[in-house]
């Protein structure tokens, strides 16, 4: 063992007598480890939160949205002609409004969308999300049957209705009337009940068929065509090049750019969570300072001999540095240990929930990122060691003569 080393470690396990300083050191270790795992379980949260947004929306929403600068007359073709562009998996007609769900005296305003349901399946996962009934069921009116409307399960529990109830559909498409514009009441069959995983979309969107949709909405055509990437980082380089090899057919839009803020907020959030919480550690490394002062003040003498013996200030200065760096090594080890094994305690058995309608996600996730734990913990280091390089250099400057005059 190198000769600083151990006198680092002999001085962080003081005697009885000296006792306080092993005592202040615990203290300083624990308030290192006490800081890395708070930073570490407030990473993982935001990231555990941005990460289940992106991949609830993304399985409620398409990566791309396309839109016909001169209409879409066969989407079809269009479907066919985007599909072949790079990257494209999947490729569904859409067609949105709004419209009021009635049951009894239970009304409620949805965004209703009109599918393909045999083509929805290939850019969401509402084939994937049905909990009764199936995509495959939403199909147009027959002679003994009403058209069919899928709904989500909080819309669901709202209406009070399951699989097969009627429910009455109004749509700003009326009929006209000397009285001017009336509002029409359709008749439609609840279909199925999906389970998106967003608020958002299992409280207010219903989906009909695109035949059914372009009668109600009183549109000849769907609005856009929604496009699947093989990787969704990737959406807004597809995007551009639809907009720069579709001559001038096509305009679009990403997911990305359309959800822009809402990461953005939570990105900002993570950064100013990181440094509140990041102000712990510096706590730590001023427990550091003080414990290393505390212990220069008393081996005064100690120093004093071992510079008599020859040994250099350069010596005497890696001793106190060895010594905060253990104390740093130390709590961050800890730290991280504790901060993985709480994560994974509140991610696994999801402990913390929160309010589904103002968050979106009912639970909230701890994801750990390696890129993020390996920040946390070299910055950690970093600091500690930084800490210990004023007490250092005192103890370095220190002069054996003044030191021993009155011993």
């Known amino acids: 063992m190198p000769f600083e080393l151990f006198v680092a470690i002999r001085y962080l396990l003081a005697k009885r007598k000296q006792a306080f300083i092993s005592l202040i050191s615990l203290i300083s270790t624990l308030g290192v480890a006490v800081g890395v795992m708070a930073l570490i379980v407030a990473l993982a949260l935001m990231t555990g939160v941005q990460g289940e947004l992106r991949d609830r929306i993304l399985g409620s929403m398409a990566h791309v949205y396309v839109w016909h600068t001169g209409g879409i007359t066969d989407y079809h073709k269009d479907v066919e002609r985007l599909r072949q562009f790079e990257g494209v998996v999947g490729a569904a007609p859409a067609i949105d409004d709004q419209a009021v769900v009635i049951k009894g005296e239970t009304k409620a305003f949805i965004n209703l969308k009109g599918v393909d349901p045999s083509l929805e399946g290939q850019v969401t996962d509402l084939a994937t999300a049905m909990q009764q009934g199936k995509l495959s069921d939403l199909r147009d009116a027959t002679d003994d049957q009403l058209p069919g409307m899928l709904i989500g399960k909080d819309l669901a529990s709202k209406l009070r209705v399951t699989v097969g109830d009627t429910v009455s559909l109004m749509t700003p498409e009326g009929t006209l009337t000397p009285g001017g514009m009336l509002p029409r009441l359709r008749p439609v069959r609840v279909a199925g009940v999906y389970s998106l995983g967003l608020y958002e979309f299992d409280a207010t ?63 900002t959030e993570k950064l100013g969570m990181s440094i509140a919480v990041g102000l712990i550690v510096m706590v730590g490394a001023l427990n550091i300072v003080a414990s290393l002062i505390l212990l220069v003040m008393e081996k005064t003498r100690d120093i004093a001999i071992l510079k008599t013996m020859g040994t250099s200030a350069g010596v005497v200065m890696r001793i106190f540095m060895l010594q905060g760096l253990i104390i740093g090594v130390v709590g961050t080890a800890v730290g991280a240990i504790g901060g993985i094994a709480l994560c994974w305690v509140l991610d696994t058995y999801k402990l913390i929930h929160i309010p589904q309608d103002v968050y979106q996600v009912s639970y909230i996730p701890f994801v750990i990122l390696p890129r993020d734990f390996t920040v946390v913990v070299i910055a950690s280091i970093t600091i500690a060691f930084v800490a210990t390089i004023y007490p250092s250099r005192q103890a370095a400057r220190l002069d054996p003569i003044q030191a021993l005059r009155f011993e």
């Open 205 to 267: 969107y219903g989906f009909v068929s695109l035949d059914f949709a372009q009668r109600v909405m009183g549109k000849d055509a769907p609005d856009r065509i929604q496009l699947k990437v093989a990787d969704m980082k990737l959406a807004p380089d597809v995007a551009h090049a639809i907009l720069q090899e579709g001559r001038g057919d096509y305009i679009t839009d990403d997911w990305t750019n359309m959800n822009k803020q809402l990461f953005s907020a939570l990105s």
